[in-house]
């Protein structure tokens, strides 16, 4: 009997109580401190050195071509991203590579094939991301205002000042998105 008068007093006492007006808001806590830098992102745009091609003789084909290992070339640079490339002559033409031979991408691959021995032509090529695209058509993805199929008809001298691409060596940009 003790026990449930003890029951229904507190249950009084709770349906009793009732929830007050809420209380005035408080102040603005101190800005915390800034994090690390975190690791480069996928919004970056990388670039090989310029390396001499050395073409062998296809024995399939009467062709000649080459296989570049080209580890920036992914999964998902292959699925959503585009690679640029582009031969150099070293007397200051620099032409893209894709109007002169064929170029195969594949899994940390560049292959090429050609009519033509380009051997001793300097070759680079350009990977962008495709996590920093707007969309998935190659007509409507825009990469700092322009559309893949534009970067891809565009001169090595314009794709180099829009990414900020050093003459030499090999390394990584950041690039902004619209």
Known sequence: M?????????????????KGDTGATGATGATGATGATGPAGTDSVQYSTWAALAMDSSTTYQDWEQTITASAITQSILDNGVVLTYLNDGQGDIVNADGYMSVVFSLNTISLFSQVNW??????????????????????????????DQLKKMSYANVSKLFAIPGTGAGKQKITTN
């Open 119 to 148: 051997t001793g032509y300097n070759f680079r090529y350009v990977v962008i991301p495709g996590a920093i695209a707007t969309s998935s058509s190659s007509s409507t993805q825009t990469i700092n205002g322009y559309t893949v």
């Open 2 to 18: 003790v026990s449930f008068a003890v029951v229904l007093l507190g249950g009084l006492v709770m349906t009793g109580c009732k």
